[in-house]
């Protein structure tokens, strides 16, 4: 079975340019979770989706960040424009359905922005 | 919202010793506790749950303890071995939202 897919694995842009962040989720979960990953902040939720339904949507991450599920096997995280700050690791992890909360987690796409 | 604090940020030990890794939560409608490892330049990957209708569970060398009223739960991992060296991360959710809150994470280093 794939695992999670996530491209690019790394990705540099210049302050301002909007990037999109790709992510396909284990065949069959209906749960889909963006997360970003640095050293100071450690790991945030961005956004959930339960079955292509948004469930959270990240809070303080709401105006530049922007998540959808395109179709139960597609996901992308848009953020625009991008600063500086949103250098990180961008973690995409899918779950399956029913009484299980184990996450399956992608490579991640490495952000830098300049 | 829920906080998750884990205790230790870096932890050394000697191969074949045991390394206990400590967490506290605040939310007490919070009912699922994961344990997940990052190997150097990976992802994160699943190593170990326990539900609060339970107070122990053990997966071969991995020990998870869940004190619910103290709020603590915390991982053991026995006979340790150098390919244990990674980032543990403690996290936490209700299992309504399946929305997990993660500890900072914890460097473990087992020596040879």
């Known amino acids: 079975d794939a695992g999670v897919t996530q491209t690019p694995r790394h990705e540099v842009a210049e302050k301002g340019q909007t990037i999109i962040l790709k992510c396909e989720p284990v065949s069959g979960h209906n749960d889909l979770f963006w997360y970003r990953q640095t050293k100071i902040q450690g790991l945030e939720l961005l956004s959930y989706f339960r079955s292509k339904s948004l469930m959270e949507d990240g809070g303080a991450f709401k105006d530049r960040f922007k998540a959808e599920m395109l179709n139960s096997s597609f996901s992308t995280l848009k953020i625009q424009p991008t600063e500086p700050k949103d250098s990180a690791v961008y973690l995409c992890a899918s779950k399956g359905t029913a009484n299980t909360g184990q996450l399956y987690f992608g490579e991640g796409s490495k952000l830098t922005v300049l | 919202g829920e906080k998750v604090e884990q205790h230790e940020s870096t932890l050394s030990v000697r191969e074949g010793d045991s390394a206990v890794i400590n967490c506290t939560y605040t939310?007490?409608?919070?009912?699922?506790f994961p344990w997940y490892k990052q190997e150097a330049g990976k992802s994160l990957h699943f190593v170990i749950d326990i539900r609060s209708n339970v107070d122990r569970k053990q997966s071969q060398r991995l020990i998870v303890l869940l004190d619910k009223k103290a709020k603590r739960f915390s991982l053991h991992i026995t006979a340790t071995q150098p390919e244990d060296s990674a980032i543990y991360f403690c996290?936490?959710?209700?299992?309504?939202?399946?929305?997990?809150?993660f500890g900072s994470g914890t460097q473990l280093t087992v020596m040879p």
């Open positions: 939310d007490t409608a919070s009912s699922y």
């Open positions: 996290a936490a959710s209700d299992s309504g939202s399946w929305q997990l809150i």
